[in-house]
């Protein structure tokens, strides 16, 4: 299991800092069997910051939405590291450091601290989420290696929902299965997660722009008016979404 996990640290030979044990440093790229093969690229370009911090609003959002989740950690960085000197092993701590360092857009870092909260309570599934969070963000936009992080993010999500099956988690999860072609599997996944969290907008959404994909036209059409049908959503751009999709299938049977 621990291989899946990822929840160990090995040092870089390239850049001497710690490092989960992926097959490359998440801080330099640097392969870790081979350091003298070429890095994995790791700059962002403007198009991908801009990429990078409209996922970050979306997860903030997203995660106030299923977990009641408000706290601004990034005011708290100094206090907690103050707080990991004393006691640097307590898997809160370096989760929480994780958190402040992803709303701070060091995604890189956040992947470390999160891995070694891992490291002290490898039952601790918001770790897993909220790294399976950060690797999500860095999917780069413009071609590049995306099934690496795709492959980072799922198989973290994969054991915060053995762990702590939820709403949120499984609509990550579906999303990206969904966007890698596996529409059927990602349907199945959002029924999980209506099963669990019967009122969480977005899975109606989501599942029904995923049989919309696969022309279950009337299905479709049944999952965004319930996404309608909810008296709150955050995003006006998904009403506008959900109230086209609906137009274009209806003009379709014309
Ligand atoms: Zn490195």
Same mark, same amino acid.
Not at 97 to 105: N, S
Not at 147 to 159: F, I, P, S, T, W
Not at 182 to 191: K, P, S
């Given at each position: 299991?621990?291989? #899946?996990? /990822? ?10 800092? !710690?490092?989960? %044990?992926?097959? @490359?440093? #998440? ?7 081979? =350091? ?31 977990? *009641? ?15 990991? !000197?004393? *006691? ?10 994780? &958190? &402040?360092?992803? !709303? ?6 956040? #992947? ?9 309570? =490898? !039952?601790?599934?918001? &770790? ?22 795709? @492959? ?6 994969? #054991?915060?929902?053995?762990?702590? =099956? ?30 669990? *969290? ?7 959404? %989501?599942?029904? /722009? ?16 319930? /996404? ?6 955050? %995003? ?16 379709? @049977?014309?």
């Amino acid at each position: 299991m621990a291989d #899946v996990r /990822y929840n160990q640290l090995v040092v870089c030979a390239h850049c001497g800092q !710690e490092t989960p %044990n992926y097959e @490359d440093c #998440v801080l330099c790229g640097t392969p870790l069997q081979d =350091p003298d093969a070429p890095p994995r690229e790791l700059e962002a370009d403007d198009l991908q910051t801009m990429m990078m911090d409209a996922k970050l609003q979306e997860i903030k959002t997203k995660r106030e939405l299923a977990y *009641a989740d408000t706290w601004d950690h990034a005011d708290w960085m100094a206090e907690l590291l103050k707080l990991a !000197e004393i *006691a640097p092993d307590h898997p809160k701590v370096q989760l929480y450091i994780g &958190a &402040a360092q992803i !709303e701070g857009e060091q995604y890189r870092d956040a #992947v470390v601290s999160l891995t070694r909260a891992l490291i002290a309570d =490898p !039952e601790l599934a918001d &770790a897993y989420r909220r790294r399976a969070d950060c690797q999500y963000i860095l999917v780069p936009v413009l071609g590049g290696d995306t099934q690496a992080y795709y @492959d980072r993010a799922l198989a973290d999500y994969e #054991v915060a929902l053995s762990l702590d =099956p939820d709403a949120y988690t499984y609509n990550a999860h579906a999303a990206i299965i969904g966007s890698l072609g596996e529409w059927q599997d990602a349907i199945r996944e959002y029924g999980q997660a209506i099963d669990l *969290a019967p009122d969480y907008p977005e899975t109606f959404f %989501n599942r029904g /722009y995923a049989h919309k994909v696969l022309g279950n036209k009337d299905a479709a059409i049944a999952d965004l008016e319930r /996404y309608l049908g909810f008296e709150d959503h955050w %995003n006006q751009e998904m009403v506008a979404q959900a109230q086209a999709h609906i137009k274009e299938m209806q003009e379709a @049977d014309l």
